[in-house]
DNA sequence: GCGGATCAC
DNA sequence: TATGGTGATCCGC
């Protein structure tokens, strides 16, 4: 009876490697008592996750009352749509690439133990009293795990050992590993110091055609276990033995024989060799002096299971750490498989349908990547516990979940995940948050504020970020955690100005919280909506800066000095000594404030137009979605929709991939880079003019008016007409429309000479900054057009996408009949809309 | 755009 | 004595 007051979100999650059957009951009653904290006084944090725990349970209800009201002809209609989505998802089945997920097994704790052999057969787990980040297999026996809090660990364990972390030594051990995966796809994707994903499809391919030596590698004899009996004899060299020795083996005379020979001759070759007698490898490594280990020279297959233990095999011998694979056709299989044979081990689901259903069918679901705690106890509620079961519900589940939610369930059913294997190139927002004991005093809240402000800043700064949307995050002693977020008008990454943004979120929440005090015991500051800090803006102005001189306009070079050079505008020191007579959120309004910066581009985008179009694009078959996953789920993309020219095409890759990854896309400043185009460029007016569209098209931002303001001859003179206009149209700046034009325009010449090096023939993009040797004009011209181009692309993609939100809400809203609109229409909607932007 | 919630690591 | 930090996404409003 005591059971049934446990907490089910506070139960030991023993879905990990190394935690099979071990006496749950027991260990939760353990974790259960621990968190509780003393006889009637229970702890804050059990509390709170019993608080969690009944709007959980009350969200089931209320689930379960939308299931009761469902109708047999809903659940029919139900059954058919879910039906017609398996179909659809499974003409898009892909099984042609090999996956990879590696893991390292217990990482830190590996790590740890690694370098003191003292804890070598102690149960011990890395962190502090307060959490674990990792532990051993020893004390996993125990059902010590991650997540869970040091001073539990020790109640279930007594014995446990705690390490404290040391992430410097984790992120060079994760760099070498690293290098390893690169080797095997260039293009991998790190999830976390320990793990990442590996598309081996291309591997595979030359490995097929390889020469054997390429697949012989240096093993020690003694492994794992002896590890450290030989580091504190210092007897052997534990440098990387294929570094040191490989270099020579394959110079030996012997080996060049071999080289075009097959695998049997090799095999029968090395049969020959005595150990450590390979003609002339040197006994002695030279970098620290010791005797080179007893090894094996180890033959890999070209099979891909070969080639993952090859993999394994080398991160052994580098790090002297294991990692474990899983090998399938996509990544969530993938990620399942690495969990299988933990540790070090490997698994393989073969690219058959059978195979795959046959593992997926009574697969729980809290194994997939992206079903947590709560979702589990949701599709519990509704009787799915297993892979299968998503099959068997799924005209229930197309109901009462969302059309995201029931495709993701459809797509584990059927065992699909996304078969590209991408770094998620620009990050979203950054963050840094404190725990700590309780503060209620204003001044010190704010004063810890500032703090995290300063740390975010200058982390911000350090990724040449700035951002748009600054939030606070709150946690009050009760644990209960709230956020508060506020929009600037401009990019910043200025550490004032974003402590007046938290500053003043955070004082509502104190005001709001009267006559009540603000008892917190976290606090974190996030910027989000980010952008690159400098590339547009550095690189027009560089571009410009000679003639800006020469010209000798005052006005052109103050205005430069302000938006390059906050720190010296005379308004910072207005900034400095008045601050807190400004209402910080009408401050950032004015156009006059430091490190301001407009929305501009960042990414390069030399691939649009200079790169062939990459073989692992999903933007060639499929549009690729960010899931809630992490992971990235894959829509079928209308191939009807092919655009004809270069241009087009390469502009709609890039809408796909903006819309891949769901970015926040704004709305920019790319009316200040018009003229950029024309200034180069009037030739092309087929490009140009399909700019201008954009231009008027997105003309909804601050920056509108500057445009209209902008003589319209100036579009469309032949003339290269220069241009203080476009850098006053900085918000940092006043736009002067009274200017005079220069009599004498700055030459083309002159400005290309600004982006060219005479001495190499060297020509800059000014927009990417991408570097070509003698460029020729005309592909420069196409160039810069498509990079400024893709401004006006966000635009129409931001408000796209907003559209969309709308319309999605409403739908849902008046939600009886769902109409299961898929993301392709989706797709489709924004395809159409940047096609007519081509127009 | 905002805030809560969920998830991964 | 005592339950983290960072980043992302989705959903509902």
Avoid at 38 to 54: A, G, P, R
Avoid at 255 to 277: I, P, Q, R
Avoid at 580 to 606: G, H
């Amino acid at each position: 009876m005591e059971k049934q007051n446990l907490i089910s979100r506070m139960e030991l999650n023993d879905n990990k490697a190394g935690m099979e059957g071990l006496d749950k009951e027991k260990i939760n009653q353990i974790i259960y008592e621990s968190s509780k904290g003393k006889l009637f006084m229970c702890s804050k944090f059990f509390e709170n996750e019993q608080k969690k725990e009944e709007q959980l349970n009350q969200r089931i209800k209320e689930q379960q009352a939308l299931v009761d009201s469902i109708s047999p002809a809903q659940l029919h209609h139900g059954l058919k749509e879910a039906n017609r989505v398996i179909k659809e998802l499974q003409d898009c089945l892909d099984l042609s690439r090999t996956i990879v997920h590696v893991d390292m097994d217990a990482f830190y704790a590996a790590v740890e133990m690694r370098d003191d052999p003292r804890l070598k057969n102690k149960p011990m787990a890395v962190g502090s009293m307060g959490m674990l980040s990792t532990s051993n297999y020893i004390a996993r026996r125990f059902g010590v795990r991650a997540a869970m809090p040091g001073f539990i660990g020790l109640k279930l364990c007594p014995n446990l050992v705690l390490v404290k972390p040391n992430f410097d030594k984790y992120t060079a051990v994760s760099k070498e590993i690293r290098g390893i995966f690169a080797q095997y796809d260039p293009h991998f994707s790190p999830m976390s110091l320990d793990e990442a994903y590996l598309d081996f499809t291309e591997h595979l391919n030359h490995r097929i055609l390889s020469k054997s030596f390429s697949r012989l590698f240096l093993i020690r004899k003694e492994q794992g276990n002896d590890y450290e009996t030989n580091s504190s004899k210092s007897a052997e060299c534990l440098c990387d033995l294929n570094a040191l020795l490989k270099p020579h083996l394959i110079a030996s005379e012997e080996f060049e024989v071999l080289c075009g020979n097959s695998d049997e001759d090799m095999l029968v070759y090395l049969s020959t060799l005595n150990e450590n007698n390979i003609y002339p490898l040197p006994g002695c490594c030279s970098v620290c002096n010791r005797k080179f280990p007893s090894y094996t020279l180890k033959l890999y297959g070209v099979s891909i299971e070969d080639a993952v233990l090859e993999m394994r095999n080398r991160i052994e011998q580098l790090t002297r750490l294991t990692a474990s694979a899983g090998i399938a056709p996509n990544t969530m299989l993938a990620k399942i498989c690495s969990d299988k044979n933990k540790p070090n081990g490997q698994f393989h689901i073969h690219p058959d349908r059978q195979e795959i259903d046959d593992f997926i069918r009574d697969l729980p679901i809290r194994k997939i990547s992206g079903i947590g705690k709560v979702t589990e106890k949701l599709l519990g509620a509704l009787g799915v516990k297993t892979c299968n079961d998503l099959y068997k519900q799924r005209a229930l589940l197309y109901h009462v979940f969302s059309q995201i939610s029931f495709q993701y369930f459809m797509r584990i059913a059927l065992g699909m995940g996304s078969i590209y294997v991408e770094r998620d190139e620009d990050r979203k927002s950054m963050s840094t948050e404190q725990t700590f004991g309780e503060i209620n005093e204003p001044n010190e809240l704010y004063s810890k504020c500032e703090e995290l402000c300063q740390i975010l800043a200058k982390d911000l700064d350090n990724e040449h970020l700035v951002g748009k949307t600054v939030s606070i995050k709150i946690k009050t002693v009760s644990f209960a955690v709230k956020t508060r977020s506020h929009s600037l008008q401009h990019f910043t990454n200025d550490e004032k100005l974003i402590f007046n943004a938290a500053k003043q979120l955070l004082k509502t929440e104190i005001e709001a919280t009267q006559p009540d005090i603000l008892r917190l015991r976290l606090m974190g500051v996030r910027m989000s909506r980010l952008t690159s800090q400098n590339c547009v803006q550095s690189s027009i102005q560089s571009m410009f800066k000679k003639n800006l001189k020469s010209e000798t306009s005052r006005n052109y070079t103050n205005a430069m000095n302000i938006s390059t050079d906050a720190t010296s505008s005379t308004n910072n020191n207005q900034f400095k000594t008045e601050p807190e007579q400004l209402d910080p959120i009408f401050y950032y309004n004015s156009s006059n404030s430091p490190n301001l910066y407009r929305e501009s581009d960042e990414e390069d985008y030399s691939h649009v137009c200079d790169s062939p179009p990459s073989k692992r694009s999903p933007l060639k078959d499929k549009v690729v979605l960010k899931s809630s996953t992490g992971t990235k789920k894959k829509i079928p993309k209308d191939n009807n929709k092919q655009t004809k020219t270069v241009e087009k095409d390469t502009i709609l890759r890039f809408v796909y991939k903006k819309e891949s990854t769901n970015t926040l896309l704004e709305n920019s400043g790319h009316n200040n880079l018009k003229y950029v185009d024309v200034f180069i460029t009037n030739e092309n007016e087929e490009v140009g003019s399909s700019r201008s569209t954009g231009s008027s098209k997105s003309a909804e931002t601050t920056s509108t008016s500057v445009i209209s303001s902008f003589p319209s001859t100036h579009n469309k003179s032949s003339r290269p007409s220069f241009t203080s206009e476009h850098f006053n149209d900085s918000p940092l700046t006043c736009v002067n429309h009274e200017m005079k034009l220069p009599k004498d325009p700055p030459a083309i010449s002159s400005s290309i000479e600004s982006m060219t090096d005479p001495s190499f023939g060297m020509v800059t993009c000014p927009v990417c900054g991408q570097q070509k040797l003698n460029w020729p004009l005309e592909q420069l011209n196409i160039h810069v057009d498509l990079c400024l181009s893709k401004n006006t692309v966000k635009d129409i993609l931001h408000r796209d996408e907003q559209t969309l939100r709308r319309s999605k809400a409403l739908k849902r809203d008046g939600k009886e009949l769902p109409d299961l609109s898929l993301p392709c229409k989706k797709r489709i909607k924004t395809q159409m809309t940047v096609e007519s932007y081509f127009k």
